[in-house]
């Protein structure tokens, strides 16, 4: 099978086209710049932005399937922006798809459509979780749009499921990990409010298994067909803990201060409103939906993955984080 996957230079894009060239796939990634990475890997690649319509049309011809993982991510950057990649982009892939009779479509989207303020999620299915309302930041918004788009795609042409992996986390991560290791040993890392919410976290082998599984079982009128998914590691972990155990596997010193969710609020607020106005660098430290995110339990029931299209986790956190941690030591952390 030719499968386009859509941000192939990424984390879980390379784990995504590694793991379907293992599986005998012709492999090709849509994605801004070249990729030394995917080359060794025997992957084609096309140069291109998602909101260019022509560059989307050109990369979708001759595919069997695609997977929609190129989004702009974060939490902070002007609404345009996020628009333009996730919600235009998406429309530009669906688009597409249709144009040149793509069978299959597996969007990647994210838990944080679900956002509502401080509102747990506790051991629930996608399908009993509504959108959120009143984001705090472009990037859920945006992600909830797209999503939504792309699923109203689904239909007897193209099959459409979107899958909503939790925090991927593991060897190779360029972002997450490593910014919490900097902040750690900087001593400027702190645990927003109690760091007892329960949240779940996906090892990138499993995040990209969920992936495949979808995609072997997506066909027009499929049960996972037109629906969204959460997808975890199913192994819940307190906030405190999770970050404790990510910065040993790492060589880093432990978090052990904290801030109330209230202050962590206040913050993201003041910064929210600063960085504009005084033209600062980067991204703020702190927002106000990240202090959400950072004090509020998410957890997931996986129940309807393994039922739709037979999602298991094959690498626990224990696993993982070992593999992480020799990661780490051999100095292979980012690949």
Known sequence: MKILVTGGGGFLGQALCRGLRERGHEVVSFQRSHSPALAAMGVGQVRGDLADRNAVMHAVAGMDAV?????????????????????????????????HGVRRLVYTSTPSVTHRATQPVEGLGADQVPYGEGFLAAYPATKAMAEQEALAA??????????????????????????????????????????????????????????????????????????????????????????????????????????????????????????????LPGEPPMTRFLAEQLCTPHWYSMEPARRDFGYVPRVSIAEGLERLRAAWQGGAAVT
Request: hydrophobic share 45%; charged share 20%; net charge positive.
């Open 154 to 279: 689904n239909g007897p042409e193209l099959a459409v499921v979107a899958l909503r992996p939790r925090l991927i986390w593991g060897p190779g991560d360029a972002n997450l990990l490593p910014r919490l290791v900097e902040r750690a040993r900087a001593g400027r890392l702190r645990i927003v409010g109690s760091g007892e919410n329960l949240v779940d976290t996906t090892y990138i082998d499993n995040a990209a298994q969920a992936h495949f599984d979808a995609l072997e079982h997506l066909a027009p009128g499929a049960p996972c067909a037109g629906k969204a998914y959460f997808i975890s590691n199913g192994e819940p972990l307190p906030m405190r803990e999770l970050l404790n155990r990510l910065l040993a596997a790492a060589g880093a010193p432990p978090v052990t201060r904290s801030i109330s969710f209230r202050t962590a609020y206040r913050i993201g607020a003041v910064a929210e409103r600063l960085w504009p106005l005084l033209r």
């Open 67 to 99: 997977i929609h993982n190129a989004a702009k991510a974060g939490a902070w950057g002007s609404w345009d922006s996020y628009f333009q990649a996730n919600v235009v982009g998406t429309r530009n892939v669906v688009e597409a798809c249709r144009a």
